[in-house]
């Protein structure tokens, strides 16, 4: 399995900046599709961005064009450049993992707080 630690939240004003990390334990990270769920409150959880085993990317119409995922497998971390913050986007945001295979288990960070005033 995999253990997922999500850092880098925090206070934002509108149109600034932060980049979440997360840190992955395991012997295989290469292996796994890599991404990023939020949750605002009252509201339900929604995807935000993924990176496969080969770099291909995707994400939510809601961020794209301002937040970034990358990843760096030789330190086991994923990260979320969000740029162009909106007061929309505050949410607690979650690091996910899981592998390709059939009934593959997902993995969820303890999730790291993200507020963007206005």
């Known amino acids: 399995q995999v253990q997922l630690v999500e850092s880098g939240g925090g206070l934002v004003q509108a149109g600034g900046s932060l980049r979440l990390s997360c840190a992955a334990s395991g012997r295989s990270f290469s292996n796994y599709i890599v991404g990023w769920f939020r949750q605002a409150p009252g509201k339900e959880r929604e995807f935000v961005a993924r990176?496969?085993?080969?770099?291909?990317?995707s994400y939510a119409d809601s961020v794209k064009g301002r937040f970034t995922i990358s990843r760096d497998n030789a330190v086991n971390t994923v990260y979320l450049q969000m740029n162009s913050l909106k007061p929309e986007d505050t949410a607690v945001y979650y690091c996910t993992a899981r592998l390709s295979g059939l009934q593959a288990t997902t993995y969820w960070g303890q999730g790291t707080h993200v507020t963007v005033s206005s």
């Open positions: 990176i496969n085993m080969s770099g291909g990317t």
